[in-house]
């Protein structure tokens, strides 16, 4: 069965950027698909940090765009920081409009210090639980409005575009009763992707399972241009008690006064880095990676809160150490860097618009370059809202197109074959994301690599027909290995081993296809170095 909704706009995703994009398109009429419930499974509900916005008498939009552009190591775009740093006091001033109350003393917004900044700039609501109540506001206030149509539990598997490389929709199909051929045909000009980040591709990452990088999958087949790919962020500070995801404990616990600790006792950052423990994230990564490798364990240390104070300050972090089983006051937390946001994504202009015309991309789908290599802390929500609502002035600038009906041939948008069964798919997926933590994680050099994609080619020989999500992790990951491996240096996120300096060749974002990974997948010369290795 086909059935066909008609519109101005689609927005897939319904995490913090889907839904600040449809609300900021009022009163235009939009559609917006979700896979799940709305807001369910998108990391911006799994937010702890908060908001970065200059709005303390000692700070200015000035100085966070200096630390934005020190974190990004060289290769963030100055356009793009300087937008989101001095648009952040209209997005708190959007976000209180529409209810979100940020957490004061006395009178007072109450600011945290997380790595990297100079200034205490992070605003949060109920201590570590900004995103949930951010999402919620969100999602009250797009329901009251009236002009958009929600449709929930559909996946999207398809972009599609015409002869003139113009977007005109996409295909997908609901999947609560696993009906294979129930697809759905969104037939739309204007179509905006935003479906998080990538993090479910690693075996450790402190995103939802959701959040496997499907709107990169979906824009490369479609032919749109992706940068900065091989950038990945992993946080420091995940919670390393055999539970996946890894719960996140918020850097903001650190900016209290928690330190990091080997099972010596050893303040090991101490001696890396002039900030010591809120040293920016890669090195504090890295610095835990290595240790880690050399057979130590690694740890939070929060033993000097009193645990009233924790729960106060922290209330999600306090429940997961509670389910746990860890006494904050007396016990070692243990922790590992897991994958935590991706700053490359899918290429897009100052207007949120793709190389593609009429697709968008927004959120952590999308590449703005104001992260550049590295990114600073409580950026991601800054940035979300900041384009989202470019995207939403660009659009709603633009006349409505009036289109026909233009209906689909189903059989061409169903799988050839029958797809693997979910507990062959989960063996794999399992296995891929043990790949990319091994050889394509916090360190990586030419020949993990190229055992990488070694790994991605028997993965896909074993499985023979890929689950959709399987298709969707096996192109991210092979994508972000590739852009892994023609960055010959050091930067940011992005530590090689083979390379471990920065290289001044490399000053570039470097910008790429599907075209490309396929010309250098049909060589096949990983192959014949790991044979010959
Ligand atoms: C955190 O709370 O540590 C995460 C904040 C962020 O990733 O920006």
Redesign the pocket.
Known sequence: MESIYKSDVVIVGSGISGLTVAISLYPRKVTLVTKRKLGEMSSSAW????I?AAVSEEDSPQKHFEDTIKVSAGLSDENSVKEITEKAVSVVNFLEKIGVIFDREKGELSLSK??AHSQRR?LKVNG?QSGKFIVEKLINYARKLGHITFVENVSIDHITKNNNNECTGVIGHIHQDQIVDNIVFFQAPNVILATGGIGSIYAYTTNPRDVYGEGISLAATAGAELVDLEFV?F?P?ALDIGVDPNP?????IRGEGATLVDENNNRFMKKIHALSDLAP?DIVSRAIHDLKMQGHSTFLDCRKFNSNTFKKLFPTADKYLKNANINVEKELIPIIPAA??HMGGTKVNMDGMTSINGLWACGETSSTGAHGAN???????LEAFVYAIRIARKINSLPIKNYAIRSINIKNYLPKEKTISKVRAKKYIWQLRSTMNKFVGVERSDKTLNNAFVEFDKIEREAKNLSAKLKDMLLVSRLITFAAKLRKESRGTHYRTDFPNMNTNYNQRKVLNINDLNSFLSEKEYDKKVVNE
Do not use: I
């Not at 600073?376 to 929500?381: D, F, G, I």
């Open positions: 937010a702890q940090g908060g970065a997380e790595a992070v570590d962020q946080h500070t996140l404990l918020t850097e903001a994230r935590h946001y990114r600073l802390a409580s950026n991601s929500l």
